[in-house]
């Protein structure tokens, strides 16, 4: 899914009674999912997102945002990265957090920027080249 130079959101689905993954981008096999051209790619989701096999990439050199924002109906939920995964921003930043989102007037175009108080008890290994 190409998404230009202009923001996209995905807001995935879930329940607050039942722990499902409200986004859920599992390919068979590694595939490049997402593809932005400089356009912010914000994931949205009540519950859990979860990728396995998934690449969310940029095009031409441009860079761009990567917004994941799980547990937006506060139902102990998580960013669950499994197997295979590739998020690549050519030097854009990639925001993990969790709770509801808010506008900030900064932002152009009406693009969302996670709560700035964020904790986390997982530990990740991440290497940026």
Same mark, same amino acid.
């Given at each position: 899914?190409?998404?230009? =130079? ?22 068979? +096999? ?32 441009? +860079?761009?945002?990567?917004?994941? #924002? ?6 102990? %939920?998580?960013?669950?990265? #499994? ?19 808010? =506008? =900030?007037? %900064?932002? =152009? ?10 904790? +986390?008890?997982? +530990?990740?290994?991440?290497? %940026?080249?």
């Amino acid at each position: 899914m190409p998404t230009g =130079r202009r923001p996209v959101t995905l807001t995935g689905t879930g329940w607050l009674w039942v722990l499902l993954y409200g986004i859920n981008i599992a390919p068979a +096999s590694v595939a490049n999912v997402i593809t932005s051209a400089g356009g912010t790619v914000t994931l949205i989701s009540p519950t859990t997102i979860y990728l396995k096999n998934t690449g969310i990439t940029y095009s031409g050199g441009a +860079s761009y945002g990567l917004v994941f #924002d799980a547990d937006t109906a506060l139902a102990a %939920a998580e960013v669950y990265l #499994d197997n295979s995964d590739t998020l690549s921003t050519n030097g854009g930043y990639i925001n993990l957090g969790g709770g509801k989102l808010k =506008r =900030r007037p %900064a932002h =152009r175009r009406g693009q969302w920027a996670p709560r700035p108080a964020v904790t +986390s008890t997982a +530990s990740s290994s991440w290497s %940026a080249t």
